[in-house]
């Protein structure tokens, strides 16, 4: 471990681990080799050739000597497996015996359980999602990949369509924002009185729960960022044929896939869009995000 020097900013890390994951970590393995740390990673795809990369078949190996270890977002997608992309999979258990108990473990969206299985082996243990800088920051990434969606699978254009938002948290936020920079007509389900004001003030429209129903043969578009079933059969069946849902709440998400397909409305759950659309800002971001926690720690 590097302690901080003179003037409080922590010195450069020598070595650091990266596992599992997809196109972020691969592109977080090249940042921080091109600022000169080695890398050993276990289950990354390296795409970019480097003396400072390493990448090695045993995790046990691949955690030898490193300063912090950096895990996938999400850590997991099936509570049993550190998530890889791409490579055989990896268990948590196989994992976390595998890490040294001094050294910090980062990682994103780690469900309690295995935060508490984490705890048990006494790993020190960051979930970048915790932080608001890196939350905000994803929710970007996030944002872009929702309309990016939306202009390929529409018919339309999003300028001077209707756009309905569930949720008014920080995707739903930026989402909706950059919606109505485009031209469209943007409608906010929220709950908070003070939601309603937000929104309001940014010249967009509130839509409370209770009347979704009334509303629901309108919008060209329905983005949801929430992880609840907000839209279930009971309201599907009044979306028009040609409205355009994508669902971007994490697992099990808030649509009624089973619903959408029945009555033939085309509906999209897109994960995971920071990794698809804009690896490496949302690597940035990572990197970033660690940062200032090392720094909060004077590691």
């Given at each position: 471990m590097k302690l901080v020097t003179g003037g409080g900013f922590p010195m450069s890390l020598k070595r650091i681990a990266v596992v599992g994951g997809d196109k972020r970590l691969s592109e977080l393995a090249a940042l921080y080799a091109s600022d000169g740390t080695y890398v050993s990673t276990y289950g990354v795809h390296v795409s970019k050739e480097s003396d400072f990369i390493f990448s090695f078949p045993s995790i046990t190996d691949a955690l030898q000597d490193v300063n912090i270890c950096i895990g996938p977002i999400p850590f997991s997608k099936d509570g049993k497996n550190i998530f890889i992309e791409s490579g055989k999979p990896l268990l948590i258990d196989e994992f976390l015996n595998a890490i040294p108990?001094?050294?910090?473990?980062?990682?994103?969206?780690?469900?309690?359980?295995?935060?508490?299985?984490?705890?048990?082996?006494?790993?020190?243990?960051?979930?970048?999602?915790?932080r608001e800088e890196f939350a905000v920051l994803n929710a970007i990434a996030t944002a872009e990949g929702t309309v990016e969606i939306a202009l390929r699978e529409m018919p339309i254009t999003i300028n001077e369509s209707l756009c309905l938002v569930l949720g008014y948290g920080r995707i739903g936020r930026i989402v909706s924002s950059l919606l109505k920079s485009m031209?469209?007509?943007?409608?906010v389900e929220a709950r908070k009185p003070s939601d309603y004001a937000w929104i309001r003030a940014r010249g967009m429209n509130t839509l409370p729960l209770s009347q979704l129903q009334n509303f629901m043969t309108y919008p060209d578009l329905i983005i949801n960022t929430v992880p609840a079933k907000i839209l279930d059969g009971n309201l599907i069946r009044y979306i028009h044929k040609d409205t355009l849902i994508i669902d971007i709440a994490s697992a099990p998400g808030g649509v009624d896939f089973a619903a959408c397909k029945?009555?033939?409305i085309k509906a999209i759950h897109a994960l995971g869009?920071?990794?698809?659309?804009?690896?490496?800002?949302?690597a940035t971001y990572i990197k970033d995000t660690i940062k200032n926690i090392l720094y909060e720690l004077n590691f």
């Open positions: 108990k001094n050294i910090p473990l980062f990682a994103g969206s780690i469900s309690a359980d295995v935060h508490n299985k984490i705890d048990e082996y006494g790993i020190r243990i960051f979930d970048l999602m915790d031209g469209a007509n943007v409608w029945q009555y033939g869009l920071p990794g698809k659309i804009a690896p490496r800002s949302a």
